[in-house]
């Protein structure tokens, strides 16, 4: 299997900002898309943001449109998370994941996912 590998994650105040990263293992990658989802402590899990791979094309979640951007450098086999205006509720595990076909915010389409970084926002 491919080996995602998140990092960036870390604390931060309300309203900061970080950068995600998702890093491929393999020099040959070529999903569909790589995703972002969180999950908190008793919570289910939830789409974040998405970017198909060749074209670049990308979905976000309604709760986080406007603060964060998801690209991606196919040259690094890595795709960024920038969160921008950070809210508390934002606090969670990320964790990215690839996926070879589907519907972008459907985490059932999603493989090799990462091992995820944790991500708090304070008040």
């Known amino acids: 299997q491919v080996q995602l590998v998140e990092s960036g994650g870390g604390l931060v105040q309300a309203g900061g900002s970080l950068r995600l990263s998702c890093a491929a293992s393999?020099?040959?990658?070529?999903?569909?898309?790589v995703g972002w989802f969180r999950q908190a402590p008793g919570k289910e899990r939830e789409f974040v943001a998405a970017i198909t791979w060749l074209i670049g094309r990308t979905a976000y979640a309604d709760s986080v449109k406007g603060r964060f951007t998801i690209a991606k450098d196919n040259a690094k086999n890595t795709v960024y998370l920038q969160m921008n205006s950070l809210k508390p509720e934002d606090t969670s595990d990320y964790y990215c994941a690839a996926s070879s076909s589907g519907r972008l915010d459907y985490s059932d389409n999603y493989s090799n996912w990462g091992q995820g970084t944790q991500v708090t926002v304070s008040s």
């Open positions: 393999r020099r040959t990658f070529s999903p569909y898309a």
